[in-house]
């Protein structure tokens, strides 16, 4: 990913599906985020049974729940490109 210092708003949640394990799973992608984006809030918390949601700043921008999916590369695509239109609005 690269690296995107000037963020020192954002703020990442992430609920993921303790059940079905995807604990490491958020906290992979919780350390890819804090590595291009040390400033960035990046909260894992265990939430509904098959979850893997993302908010970035109260904004959905992935749901498990919706694609039945667990894409980890697009995610990180996902985290970019929403790191780079909120950085145009600046």
Do not use: W
Not at 5 to 12: A, F, G, M, R, S
Not at 24 to 53: D, M, W, Y
Not at 54 to 60: A, E, V
Request: with cysteine; proline share 2%.
């Amino acid at each position: 990913m690269e690296r995107l210092n000037e963020n020192k708003d954002l703020k990442v949640q992430i609920e993921y599906c303790g059940a079905c394990d995807y604990g490491g799973h958020c906290l992979a992608l919780a350390n890819a985020i804090k590595k291009c984006t040390p400033n960035a809030v990046v909260l894992c918390k265990r939430g509904r049974q098959g979850s893997f949601e993302i908010l970035i700043n109260d904004k959905l921008i992935y749901s498990k729940l919706q694609t039945m999916a667990l894409p980890m590369k697009k995610l990180s695509t996902l985290f970019q490109m929403f790191l780079k239109e909120t950085n145009q609005k600046k």
